[in-house]
Nanobody
Framework: VQLQASGGGLVQPGGSLRLSCAASGSIFSIDDMGWYRQAPGKQRESVAVAIGSGIANYADSVKGRFTISRENAKNTVYLQMNSLKPEDTAVYYC??????????????WGQGTLVTVSS
């Protein structure tokens, strides 16, 4: 199973970006899909997670600005980021909780995509 993330880049404060992450390979189904980020010198943190039931959980710092969505038919998760702030600068990683078969679920990570918010 591979996760391919894309969509990062340089954006000015107040701007928007949309990240995408597509999972491919031997996938029976996907439970949770989410986005995490790691800023320089900081630990990786959860940004937004879309649970299989349709519920989305967000970090307090991004609530009202970021929206996570899934396109299950394409095994893809998106992160729409609006009103970006310099403190959103980080490498963003996607993660998927992939059910390989009915009795086995594994976590997979994408390669990371850099988001830089700067004027």
């Amino acid at each position: 199973v591979q996760l391919q993330a894309s969509g990062g880049g340089l954006v000015q404060p107040g701007g928007s970006l949309r990240l995408s992450c597509a999972a491919s390979g031997s996938i029976f189904s996907i439970d949770d899909m989410g986005w995490y980020r790691q800023a320089p010198g900081k630990q990786r943190e959860s940004v937004a997670v879309a649970i299989g039931s349709g519920i989305a959980n967000y970090a307090d710092s991004v609530k009202g600005r970021f929206t996570i969505s899934r396109e299950n038919a394409k095994n893809t998760v998106y992160l729409q980021m609006n009103s970006l702030k310099p403190e959103d600068t980080a490498v963003y990683y996607c993660k998927a909780n992939v059910r390989i078969r009915t009795t086995l679920t594994l976590d997979y990570w994408g390669q990371g995509t850099l988001v830089t918010v700067s004027s």
